[in-house]
């Protein structure tokens, strides 16, 4: 049973730092594209970044590029985003998730392939 588990989350003011946590497990992940999701009050969820488990790549959305960070441990089956810079729109309940399986069509950026997710983990950015 693969479990994502979100930690971190808080409120900040505008222009600070939060570093989120998404402890990973049931699984060996190496073979994983692991990504951060967000999700404001009234909008629809959308992609913050992800990271390929074996190797590292990683991928942004424009909005939070130069930014966030996004990074695993692999002895710790922990995976990371690094939040500076922090504005108010990025006000949101942000969630990880797992993907294995991309399909013709699919896309790191896109929620459709990721089967697994997180509860999720507030993130309140004052300005």
């Known amino acids: 049973q693969v479990q994502l588990v979100e930690s971190g989350g808080g409120l900040v003011q505008a222009g600070g730092s939060l570093r989120l946590s998404c402890a990973a497990s049931?699984?060996?992940?190496?073979?994983?594209?692991m990504g951060w999701f967000r999700q404001a009050p009234g909008k629809e969820r959308e992609f913050v970044a992800a990271i390929r488990w074996s190797g590292g790549f990683t991928y942004y959305a424009d909005s939070v590029k130069g930014r966030f960070t996004i990074s695993r441990d692999s002895a710790k089956n922990t995976l990371y985003l690094q939040m500076n810079s922090l504005k108010p729109e990025d006000t949101a309940i942000y969630y990880c998730a797992a993907a294995l399986h991309f399909y013709t069509g699919d896309s790191y950026y896109t929620a459709r392939p990721y089967e697994y997710w997180g509860q999720g983990t507030q993130v309140t950015v004052s300005s």
């Open positions: 049931g699984r060996t992940f190496s073979n994983y594209v």
